[in-house]
């Protein structure tokens, strides 16, 4: 997120001292987390229910550190869901510029695409595993089928959406399609570019999850629902937060990009870039002032 | 010495699609090194002259010739400069006045000393590694008129340059663009919604009127140069607002607004 105008739902909320600050994300979290364990702990909550925080952090310990089961998993489904994500993005990506450059393709083919939208890609499902089988390649494809969508969109969104002058001033600059391409219409459409990644990640993680919940025999999501079928609910539970677990990792790697690709959209990162790029001319070109 | 004509229209129009006439039977010769102010109301085609001198849309009828050249596309001593900046975000000042250069495969060690030389000019001395967002609108305007020297155009047009700026901001601005542009070289057309600025400006005001967009007269300013904003307070720098206003209230009377 932008530090421009980033206030958004934390406006008006007062300023506190960082211990104050730590102090508070300590008490709500003690809150949501000791009312629960108590809870489950007195019989309040049936624990075939709502598992007590403690059954399911052990399950998660036995899981990463004493039977080390869940790596393999975890790894294939990150690896569908990249897979997923890499393909989704480059077809969405892929078409988006095409119809971008050619007017004919925009008209007559891109309707298509969105058509494909509406259709909830997730009910696709049975005709993926009957396409591509039960091993990873029907949750590749799901994964893919699911976030290519907001790519497509949004880049075709950004390099046609190009303010006027910008255009005007670069055929007034006598530039060609190509140079106007790469040094306006593509970084003018790089936020909203992101902003789309960003939407097909989730997405795609999505799309593996259910695809082996249909059918599988590695990955999360098929290790949640055996804990599940067995009325293991700490397991399951536990699988859930491996997802999430997932889920940010990928997030956060989502920002970092936003991060450094987008500098131009955060004042202390324009600072920092600025000044090295400084140093780069100066180290270059020597001081023409001086 | 004969004066050398730049630019020279004749019956110059530009409709667009059935109706709007944005340009009709405009004729006007434009020497070499003038200052020309284009004033007149919003949608009178001020900014449609424009584009059609810089050839980034085509006529629909008359004759406009560059340099004794029928226009036929953008040409490269022509350069235009926008109410907004117009600046690449994701550049620093000195690699968006580098743009022109880059486009045309012409970046080397004198064209970014050129580009250096233009961002002091302008008055940005240490703002060349500052990025659009971290410089004021006055400022992004600045780097928008050092990216239009960089293009080594010497026929430039402005519309509305400093239109989105506060009132002191554009008088320096403007003082500042009068310093560069004067001599008999560079050749200036200005668009202005501002009668006292097209007046202070210029070398001749022409007076543009709406529905359909004509070029209803051709002042020439006699005022001495180089101009001092204490003139605009004189009694001649006033019987010229009055000729502006004349002319502006002479056509709208009776028009529909
Ligand atoms: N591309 C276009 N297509 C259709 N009509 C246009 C186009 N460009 C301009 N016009 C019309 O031509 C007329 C003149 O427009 P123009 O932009 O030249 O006016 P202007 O004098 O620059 O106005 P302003 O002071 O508001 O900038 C207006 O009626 C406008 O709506
Ligand atoms: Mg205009």
Redesign the interface.
Do not use: T
């Given at each position: 997120m932008s530090d421009?105008g980033s206030d958004g739902v934390l406006a008006g909320v007062k300023e506190l001292s960082p211990i104050q600050k730590l102090a508070m994300h300590g008490l709500v979290f003690l809150i949501i987390f000791g009312g629960w364990e108590v809870g489950a702990r007195l019989g309040y909550v049936n624990e075939l229910i709502l598992p007590a925080p403690t059954s399911i952090a052990y399950r998660l310990y036995e899981m990463f550190f004493v039977t080390g089961s869940i790596y393999w998993h975890y790894i294939i489904t990150m690896y569908e869901a990249t897979m997923g994500f890499i393909i989704g993005v480059s077809i969405g990506m892929g078409l988006a510029i095409t119809a971008a450059i050619s007017p004919v393709f925009r008209r007559y083919w891109a309707p298509y695409a969105v058509v494909f939208n509406v259709t909830p890609g997730i009910a696709v499902t049975p005709f993926i595993i009957a396409w591509f089988g039960f091993g990873w390649s029907s949750k590749i494809a799901l994964a893919a089928l699911v976030c290519f969508f907001p790519p497509f969109i949004n880049t075709l969104t950004g390099l046609l959406h190009i303010?006027k002058?910008?255009t005007?001033?670069?055929?007034?600059?006598?530039?060609t399609k190509k140079?106007f391409f790469w040094?306006?219409q593509i970084?003018s459409a790089l936020p909203i570019i992101i902003a789309g990644l960003k939407l097909a990640m989730t997405g795609a993680l999505i799309g593996t999850i259910v695809a082996q919940f249909f059918s599988a025999s590695e990955g999360v999501g098929i290790l949640m629902q055996r804990f599940a079928f067995r009325l293991n609910m700490d397991g399951s539970f536990a699988a859930l937060i491996v997802m999430s677990l997932m889920g940010l990792s990928l997030f956060t790697l989502m920002e970092y990009m936003d991060y450094k690709v987008l500098?131009?959209?955060r004042?202390s990162r324009?600072?920092e870039?600025?000044?090295k790029?400084?140093r780069k001319?100066l180290a270059e070109?020597g001081d023409?002032?001086a | 010495m004969a004066e050398e004509l730049v630019i020279q229209g004749s019956a110059l129009g530009k409709q667009f699609g059935e109706n709007v006439i944005a340009v009709e039977d405009a004729n006007f010769t434009i020497p070499r090194g003038s200052f020309i102010s284009l004033v007149g109301p919003s949608g009178c085609g001020k900014s449609t002259l424009l584009r059609l001198i810089s050839g980034l849309i085509e006529k629909s009828g008359g004759d406009l010739l560059v340099r004794n050249a029928e226009v036929v596309g953008p040409r490269s001593d022509i350069g235009m400069m926008f109410q907004k900046a117009v600046l690449l975000d994701w550049r620093t000042s000195i690699e968006n006045v580098l743009l022109p250069d880059e486009i045309r495969g012409t970046i080397d060690t004198d064209a970014k000393k050129r580009a250096w030389d233009h961002l002091q000019l302008v008055g940005l001395k240490d703002f060349e590694f500052s990025f659009p967002r971290q410089l004021s609108g006055g400022m992004q305007q600045r780097v928008a008129l050092a990216r239009l020297l960089q293009t080594g155009a010497d026929i430039m047009l402005l519309d509305e340059p400093f239109g989105a700026l506060d009132e002191f901001t554009r008088e320096r601005l403007n003082d500042e663009l009068l310093r560069i542009v004067e001599g008999p070289d560079i050749t200036t057309i200005f668009v202005t919604h501002n009668i006292q600025e097209a007046i202070y400006l210029a070398d001749q005001v022409f007076v543009m009127t709406p529905r359909p967009g004509r070029i209803a007269a051709q002042i020439e300013i006699d005022l001495p140069t180089p101009r001092n904003i204490d003139m605009t307070t004189t009694p001649e720098f006033n019987d010229y607002v009055q000729q502006v206003r004349d002319v502006l209230a002479g056509h709208l009377d009776g028009q529909p607004l």
């Open positions: 421009i303010d002058d910008a005007e001033l670069f055929r007034s600059l006598g530039s140079q040094k306006c970084p500098y131009w959209r004042h324009m600072e870039v600025g000044s790029r400084k001319w070109n023409f002032s | -």
